[in-house]
């Protein structure tokens, strides 16, 4: 028997993110996983980042989290998307070596003081009075702790599907994990079941790439992580598109019956992601389209197979194979290894508080798809929460609930506890009604101060931060006293006084326009970009504020603990149910839940001030 602080079960990138904060906290930590040499894998796509995603990186970052960091040393091409848009909708992607990443996400672990590693399987939770006591894996190690993270990804549960073929297993080669589900059951977490899938890997040599529109990498410098230097990467490892077509269509519904999903005998009977769908879901489900993008994405610096994105199945090995071969630069491709689907088992997230902490059973809590998410990014933003929080807890300081106006993080947080889910969740920019609020470029600004309270952020980087934000905020000031006389601008003839705030507000106008009257010239192109983003859209801005300000309002307005919602005389049955289930901490939180109404809220408050 060993002791720890916390358990964290699962070494993918919640349980990475987990492990870290928690450790930098001082809190002695155990991070379990069923294979160490593929720690933090990205077993889909090999890319970090994209809309909203991306952002959610640079939010682990600011809160003091390793995957940007991570990123940084494993990318091989990276952009900046949606450039043609606003500043609310751009963000990083970085194709990144899959193996170089995940040597070294170990390495972060490895180096860290407070953590210890182990690999085993996760087979039983023990709780005694209502609390977490320890983790008891497959080969009878029990791992004592006064609190635990569940981070478990695909596992729990796994069943991938190959045609007709299936058999056990979280990933393609790694066995699944049985026993804990059952064990979460039994103490009255509702466990339900989710689907996804990945697509075939290509041999690089067996691709023609001269007929494929080309990808490169950025010429602009770039960096995840706001610690590391921007930098120009070799277009070595550029990515490619190709398209499907109706014979590809064709050989899709003629292979339909052999569909785990849409055949003579349903295998899945669970649901898939909306946003990521497999081939002969588009197919089925958009029978007008007659092609649709797919991306031809390297693995590795050194690895020879390549990932065609957009392309996931669950089709037989025969029909990938014949799929495949109907795509332009695709005649002679050979599949190294196929797609499927796989099925598991994930935790209702309804049953959990903003904390992440189960309302079920005390100290534990989870992270990442086992919450009903999808995605790399999601899962970190999650690990990233769980490990501040159980820390905190055990700490005695308050744990940190992140608003929907602070970050997408907070946003995603927020759904999964009281919305719930009905397919795998996936972070996007229209889910957030604060986005001109939770740019690419202020993660930083708005977060790392909960780092630093947490002590996962050193002094020097949070006073970094607070620099960088008063240049900012120094800057604008200055431009709005510097006032010039202006015959011509631009093609302009304006023959006023404006202020150089009032000139940069001009539409296509960049501060380098106006660089020469500045009395102390901005060189920082950070601090370029956050200046003329917040004088460009500063009305934007400010009404998002006097909104967020509303909904802050609400999230002040604390209700008991112990508070009674079946006493509220008045609210319907429905929104008394609904209520009692999610058991809200304020009267914000109780205004998101679906089902409550504005009276009941009205009631509700009126109740809560008696």
């Not at 069943?159 to 064990?183: K, Q, V």
């Not at 933003?381 to 700490?395: C, D, P, R, T």
């Given at each position: 028997m060993e002791e720890y602080d916390v358990v964290v079960v699962g070494s993918g990138h919640a349980g990475v993110e987990a492990a870290l904060a928690s450790a930098k906290q001082g809190l002695k930590t155990l991070l379990l996983g069923i294979n160490l040499d593929n720690v933090a894998w990205t077993p889909c796509n090999p890319a970090i980042g994209g809309p909203a995603k991306g952002i959610i990186a640079r939010e682990v970052d600011a809160l003091g989290g390793a995957m940007a960091k991570i990123t940084d040393v494993a990318m091989i091409n990276i952009r900046v998307l949606n450039t043609s848009k606003g500043p609310a909708v751009q963000a990083l992607r970085a194709q990144v070596d899959k193996y170089l990443y995940s040597k070294t996400a170990k390495k972060f672990l490895m180096e860290e003081k407070h953590l210890t590693l182990r690999q085993g399987v996760a087979t039983r939770l023990i709780v005694e009075n209502g609390k977490v006591a320890g983790v008891e894996t497959s080969l009878g190690m029990f791992y004592k702790c006064k609190?635990?993270?569940?981070?478990?990804?695909?596992?729990?549960?796994?069943?991938?599907?190959?045609?007709?073929?299936?058999?056990?297993?979280?990933?393609?080669?790694?066995?699944?994990?049985?026993?804990?589900?059952?064990?979460?059951?039994?103490?009255?977490?509702?466990?339900?079941?989710?689907?996804?899938?990945?697509?075939?890997?290509?041999?690089?040599?067996?691709?023609?790439?001269?007929?494929?529109?080309?990808?490169?990498?950025?010429?602009?410098?770039?960096?995840?992580?706001?610690?590391?230097?921007?930098?120009?990467?070799?277009?070595?490892?550029?990515?490619?598109?190709?398209?499907?077509?109706?014979?590809?269509?064709?050989?899709?519904?003629?292979?339909?019956?052999?569909?785990?999903?849409?055949?003579?005998?349903?295998?899945?009977?669970?649901?898939?992601?909306?946003?990521?769908?497999?081939?002969?879901?588009?197919?089925?489900?958009?029978?007008?389209?007659?092609?649709?993008?797919?991306?031809?994405?390297?693995?590795?610096?050194?690895?020879?197979?390549?990932?065609?994105?957009?392309?996931?199945?669950?089709?037989?090995?025969?029909?990938?194979?014949?799929?495949?071969?109907?795509?332009?630069?695709?005649?002679?491709?050979?599949?190294?290894?196929?797609?499927?689907?796989?099925?598991?088992?994930?935790?209702?997230?309804?049953?959990?508080?903003?904390?992440?902490?189960?309302?079920?059973?005390?100290?534990?809590?989870?992270?990442?798809?086992?919450?009903?998410?999808?995605?790399?990014?999601?899962?970190?933003?999650?690990?990233?929460?769980?490990?501040?929080?159980?820390?905190?807890?055990?700490?005695?300081?308050?744990?940190?609930?992140?608003?929907?106006?602070?970050?997408?993080?907070?946003?995603?947080?927020?759904?999964?506890?009281?919305?719930?889910?009905?397919?795998?969740?996936?972070?996007?920019?229209?889910?957030?009604?604060?986005?001109?609020?939770?740019?690419?470029?202020?993660?930083?600004?708005?977060?790392?101060?909960?780092?630093?309270?947490?002590?996962?952020?050193?002094?020097?980087?949070?006073?970094?931060?607070?620099?960088?934000?008063?240049?900012?905020?120094?800057?604008?000031e200055r431009l709005q006293k510097i006032k010039i006389k202006v015959s011509k601008f631009k093609e302009l003839t304006l023959d006023k006084t404006l202020s150089l705030y009032d000139l940069l507000k001009m539409p296509n106008v960049s501060y380098s326009d106006i660089a020469m009257f500045d009395t102390s010239p901005l060189e920082d192109p950070q601090v370029i970009r956050e200046v003329e983003i917040e004088v460009h859209y500063g009305g934007y801005i400010s009404k998002e504020i006097q909104e967020a300000q509303k909904l802050s309002k609400l999230d002040k307005i604390k209700i008991p603990h112990d508070f009674d919602f079946s006493s509220v005389v008045g609210i319907s049955t429905e929104s008394k149910q609904k209520l009692m289930k999610m058991r809200p901490a304020t009267l914000g939180q109780a205004a998101r839940i679906q089902g409550v109404t504005p009276s009941d809220l009205f009631l509700l408050s009126s109740k809560i001030k008696e």
């Open positions: 609190s635990a993270i569940i981070t478990t990804g695909t596992f729990l549960g796994g069943r991938i599907f190959i045609g007709p073929n299936s058999m056990p297993a979280g990933r393609l080669g790694e066995p699944s994990a049985e026993g804990l589900t059952e064990s979460l059951r039994s103490y009255g977490i509702n466990m339900k079941r989710f689907k996804t899938g990945t697509p075939p890997r290509v041999l690089k040599s067996s691709i023609d790439f001269s007929i494929l529109e080309r990808q490169d990498t950025s010429d602009e410098p770039l960096a995840f992580s706001y610690s590391d230097e921007p930098r120009v990467l070799p277009k070595t490892h550029p990515c490619f598109i190709t398209r499907t077509n109706e014979t590809t269509h064709d050989i899709i519904r003629e292979n339909l019956h052999f569909s785990p999903m849409y055949g003579d005998v349903k295998l899945i009977h669970s649901v898939g992601p909306r946003y990521c769908p497999s081939i002969e879901d588009k197919v089925v489900k958009f029978p007008d389209k007659d092609s649709h993008q797919l991306f031809v994405e390297p693995e590795g610096i050194d690895s020879m197979e390549y990932y065609i994105n957009g392309f996931s199945t669950s089709l037989p090995y025969d029909a990938q194979v014949r799929m495949l071969h109907t795509l332009p630069g695709f005649d002679h491709a050979v599949i190294i290894r196929p797609a499927y689907a796989v099925e598991y088992d994930y935790a209702d997230p309804t049953q959990l508080y903003p904390t992440l902490e189960s309302k079920v059973i005390e100290n534990l809590y989870f992270a990442g798809q086992v919450n009903g998410t999808s995605g790399y990014e999601e899962a970190a933003g999650q690990g990233m929460m769980a490990g501040l929080n159980a820390g905190l807890k055990l700490k005695g300081e308050d744990q940190i609930v992140l608003g929907r106006h602070e970050a997408y993080i907070g946003v995603m947080i927020d759904d999964l506890v009281f919305k719930g889910v009905d397919e795998p969740y996936r972070m996007l920019t229209s889910r957030a009604e604060y986005r001109l609020l939770l740019r690419d470029g202020n993660a930083q600004f708005r977060l790392t101060k909960y780092g630093y309270r947490a002590g996962i952020v050193d002094k020097s980087t949070y006073e970094k931060v607070l620099r960088t934000e008063r240049e900012i905020k120094d800057a604008i």
